[in-house]
């Protein structure tokens, strides 16, 4: 199962290490613990709403565009989960052995 919060830290590390910056840096300019805000990176904690507008600002970048980006990886994780289950039993992980058969021996090539 995909978490919001897991794919909200993923995205708020992503952005903060393309643009260069220490979590000690952006915890300062947002005014969060240093703690908490890794706490928030790796997953382990949901940040209120209040919180990720300070971070985002902390980071000169748009709040929509880090709830576009954790969307987006969420449709992802949704897609191949729904793949997954499609293609669940339809692909057989051996050779059915009428079909090894009717192909008969096949001589190895020689290198």
């Known amino acids: 199962m995909v978490l919001a919060r897991h794919e909200m830290g993923e995205v708020l590390r992503d952005v903060r290490l393309r643009r260069g910056d220490t979590l000690r840096q ?25 919180i990720l507008a300070s971070v985002a600002e902390a980071l000169d970048t748009p709040l929509s565009q ?3 980006e954790v969307g987006d990886r969420i449709a992802g994780h949704e897609r191949a989960a729904m793949r997954e289950r499609r293609f669940a039993g339809v692909i057989p992980d051996t050779v059915p052995d009428e079909l090894v058969a009717s192909v008969g021996p096949v001589d190895a090539v020689s290198g």
């Open 26 to 50: 952006v915890a300062g300019r947002a005014s969060v613990a240093l703690g908490y805000l890794s706490e928030i990176e790796r997953g382990q904690k949901e940040a209120s709403s209040e």
């Open 66 to 68: 880090i709830y576009h």
